[in-house]
């Protein structure tokens, strides 16, 4: 789900996205992925936008601090987090429990 290499201070997560939901939340894992709901639709980039605001506003991290780096056309997608603070991997952690 996810891994992160302290070195370069990068995160990497996987995650299943599920547009046009009711409202955003994490809904828990799928597979080896985060599963996130998104209120956005999967049109021009729209979803894309409103994951990133959501890990912006769930990790409290800048915007700019977060990449999709694999997937910006289909729900699953490599995300890159750059200099994480260590509450993130503390969040993911015990979403993983």
Same mark, same amino acid.
């Given at each position: ?18 547009? =046009? ?5 994490? #809904? /828990? ?6 599963? $996130?709901?998104?209120?956005? &639709?999967? +049109? ?20 700019? =601090? ?5 997937? #910006? /056309? ?6 890159? $987090?750059?200099?994480?603070? &260590?509450? +993130? ?9």
């Amino acid at each position: 789900m996810y891994r992160f290499d302290a070195q370069r201070q990068r995160l990497v997560l996987t995650v299943h996205v599920q547009p =046009n939901a009711k409202s955003p939340a994490v #809904a /828990g894992r799928h597979g080896d992925a985060l599963k $996130i709901r998104i209120a956005a &639709p999967a +049109v021009d980039g729209k979803a894309n936008a409103a994951l990133i605001d959501f890990l912006h506003q769930w990790f409290n991290l800048p915007r700019a =601090n977060i990449i999709i780096r694999r997937g #910006a /056309g289909s729900r699953r997608k490599t995300v890159e $987090i750059i200099n994480p603070d &260590p509450g +993130v991997i503390t969040i993911l952690r015990n979403m993983t429990l």
